[in-house]
């Protein structure tokens, strides 16, 4: 089945740390590939995308996320975090089902920074 | 531009009444998507609309309804509201796609939400 799958529900972190945050997909077609943050009574905003080209793409606030094809991953790094990116983070995947495009999300990570 | 707005932002029903959620896109946008976002579950595809066509579907039992109207605004219907039913509804817009297109897509920009809550 067509899925996204982020290891991580909780992340804790104190400021400065480093983060990664894993994204892995099961599709074997042509895929876009999103992040998203939802921060705290905000709506859901993206964060960075990869459509084509260099896998790794740099999004906003430091964030950059890499593409590797054969591990069906597009982790998100930054690597120092700040008390501002306590937020939960959503990866989503673009699939082809059905003549379109279908964005399917994982079930999200939420990260919190301590000062 | 002005934003995806959502209404009403928050809803209490009843187990067993239906409730309507709007979306009105960004304008120039065509395609509407509905996703239900609740906690461990992350965001649940619901349905796409695409002028006024729905062209992709979730894994939701049929009491979840929607539609587009010419002007690209959705509304989304649950009928005989169940606990479960409570989450927030998300609503999400992209721009025009070449219809039959395969492989391309377009970022999708999303709305606060609907917040509904099943007593």
């Known amino acids: 089945a067509q899925s996204v799958s982020q290891h991580n529900h909780h992340v804790i972190l104190s400021e400065a740390a480093s983060l990664e945050l894993g994204c892995n997909y099961s599709?074997?077609?042509?895929?876009?590939l999103f992040w998203y943050v939802q921060y705290p009574g905000q709506h859901l905003q993206l964060l960075l995308k990869?459509?084509?080209?260099?896998?790794l793409v740099k999004g906003i606030k430091g964030f950059e996320a890499e593409f590797i094809k054969s591990k069906f991953s597009f982790n998100l790094r930054k690597p120092s975090v700040q008390w501002s990116d306590t937020a939960e983070y959503f990866c989503a995947v673009t699939m082809f089902s059905g003549g379109y495009n279908k964005l399917i999300f994982g079930a999200g990570t939420r990260l919190a920074v301590h000062p | 531009k002005a934003g995806v707005t959502q209404t009403p932002r928050y809803l209490i029903k009843t187990r067993g009444q239906q409730v309507t959620l709007s979306c009105s896109p960004i304008?120039?946008?065509?395609?509407v998507s509905w996703y239900q976002q609740t906690p461990g579950q992350g965001l649940q595809f619901l349905f796409e609309y695409f002028s006024e066509t729905q062209r992709n579907k979730g894994n939701f039992p049929g009491r979840f309804s929607g539609r587009q109207f010419s002007n690209s605004r959705s509304e989304m219907n649950v009928s005989t509201l169940e606990l479960g039913d409570s989450a927030l509804y998300l609503c999400?817009?992209?721009?025009?796609?070449?219809?039959?297109?395969?492989?391309?897509?377009?970022?999708?920009?999303f709305g606060p939400g609907t917040r509904l809550t099943v007593l």
């Open positions: 599709y074997g077609g042509t895929v876009n």
């Open positions: 304008s120039g946008h065509r395609s």
């Open positions: 990869y459509f084509s080209g260099d896998p």
């Open positions: 999400a817009s992209s721009f025009p796609e070449v219809a039959g297109a395969s492989e391309t897509y377009n970022e999708q920009f």
